[in-house]
């Protein structure tokens, strides 16, 4: 089946400090791309939909200036944590859907990266 | 965003037992999923259900839309170590709109 890679699995950093955290299609074109977040024993929660080439769009509640998306290829996404606090501090999930197809089975889940900010 | 339900949140069972978790939500999905997560891992996709009333088998998993359109189970039978994990239900209403349930966390003892 089709892959997405996430990068790094797992990061520390220190508070106030940025992360940036990279999704990868790796043998398919992802034209819609997903960043979740997922805090311990708990759901999975969209934070953003990213299109490639244009601006991503953000769920409510989730700071666009301090989660920056770039979608800038078919087969990239990145997600940047800015000034990131310990409260940050959560598994981050993308997911990338195959072309224009809305069909969930051609939607695929990374790994997922551990960030912890100290 | 929306809330979906799941029961129960944890289950302990022996090998070779069957398993029956479900999802409620008070809105209207157009698809329902059930997804399987590892710990340290992103969620695999292992059921779609596209319409109400839809019941859906892959292995040893069988899964059914609810005809409320507000609602969907899951079954596992004869249970094996390798299922262990959280079982998310998700629900779709457009291309983009993806909600995860509260998940069932299953434990099967050998």
């Known amino acids: 089946g089709a892959v997405v890679s996430q990068h790094p699995s797992w990061v520390i950093c220190k508070s106030g400090t940025s992360v940036k955290i990279e999704c990868r299609s790796l043998?398919?074109?992802?034209?819609?791309m997903f960043w979740y977040r997922q805090f311990p024993k708990q759901s999975l929660m969209l934070m953003a939909t990213?299109?490639?080439?244009?601006?991503?769009?953000?769920e409510q509640g989730v700071e666009k200036d301090k989660f920056l998306i770039n979608h800038a290829s078919l087969t990239l996404s990145t997600l940047t944590v800015t000034s990131a606090h310990p409260e940050d501090s959560s598994f981050y999930i993308c997911?990338?859907?195959?072309?224009?197809?809305?069909?969930?089975?051609?939607?695929?889940f990374g790994p997922g990266t551990r960030l912890t900010v100290t | 965003g929306q809330q979906l339900n799941q029961s129960p949140q944890s289950m302990f069972i022996q090998e070779g037992e069957d398993v029956s978790m479900n999802c409620t939500s008070s809105?209207?999905?157009?698809?329902w999923l059930w997804y399987k997560q590892d710990p340290g891992e992103g969620p695999v996709l292992l059921i779609a259900?596209?319409?109400?009333?839809e019941l859906t088998s892959n292995g040893r998993l069988t899964a059914q839309f609810g005809i409320t359109r507000k609602d969907s189970f899951l079954n596992i039978s004869a249970s094996i170590p390798s299922d262990v994990g959280i079982y998310f239900c998700?629900?779709?209403?457009?291309?983009?709109?993806?909600?995860f349930g509260t998940g069932t966390r299953l434990t099967v003892i050998p």
């Open positions: 997911s990338a859907r195959e072309s224009t197809s809305g069909d969930p089975m051609k939607q695929y």
């Open positions: 043998d398919f074109q992802a034209t819609t």
């Open positions: 990213s299109n490639e080439g244009s601006k991503a769009t953000y």
């Open positions: 809105s209207i999905f157009n698809t």
């Open positions: 259900l596209y319409k109400a009333g």
């Open positions: 998700a629900g779709r209403t457009g291309a983009n709109n993806l909600f």
